[in-house]
């Protein structure tokens, strides 16, 4: 299950533009636009205006930027400035290791190779003026796959919007 908190300097009629960010691996290198494109899909069905990423990847380009995760307040600006945007999501995906594991059934041993698994998600709406965080959502469930984890950060959101 997913936690989310909203800032009451949060308004639905101010914040309606968002740019999200490809989510950032942490334990894996790179970037991942997938879970990004779920969670702007359930914005769009929410209400919310997405803009599209190939604007948003000549923006970061233009303005010599990468998507590290981190943004100063001026940087913020400047992108929302250029989009035309209220906020920005930014995201990490937290992955652990399942070491590999024997069992003995009987006299024979059955054995099964280590894997990465992603732990968890958190998705941080940020007020591009501001640079508050608006909206933070987290999910840890570890019964709760990889699909499953973004789509409990988009219905937690939406309940706790809901019963703002």
């Known amino acids: 299950m997913a936690s989310t908190a909203i800032s009451k300097n949060f308004s639905p009629s101010k914040h309606r533009k968002i740019a999200v960010l490809p989510f950032q691996n942490n334990g894996q290198s790179g970037t991942d636009s997938q879970i990004a ?54 995201g990490t995906l937290q992955y652990a290791y399942a070491p590999s594991q024997t069992t003995l059934v009987g006299n024979y041993a059955s054995s099964t190779e280590g894997y990465l698994f992603l732990q968890s998600e958190t998705a941080r709406f940020i007020d591009i003026e501001t640079g508050e965080v608006l909206i933070n959502s987290f999910c840890c469930d570890k019964d709760i796959g990889e699909n499953g984890k973004i789509n409990e950060i988009a219905s937690s959101i939406e309940l706790t919007l809901q019963n703002r």
Do not use: C, H, P, W
């Open 37 to 90: 494109d779920k969670l702007s899909l359930r914005l769009m069905e929410r209400g919310f205006t997405i803009v599209e990423r190939s604007q948003l990847e000549r923006v970061f380009e233009e303005v010599k930027l990468n998507y590290t995760g981190a943004l100063s307040q001026a940087e913020l600006k400047k992108i929302g400035k250029v989009l035309s945007v209220d906020m920005i999501i930014m």
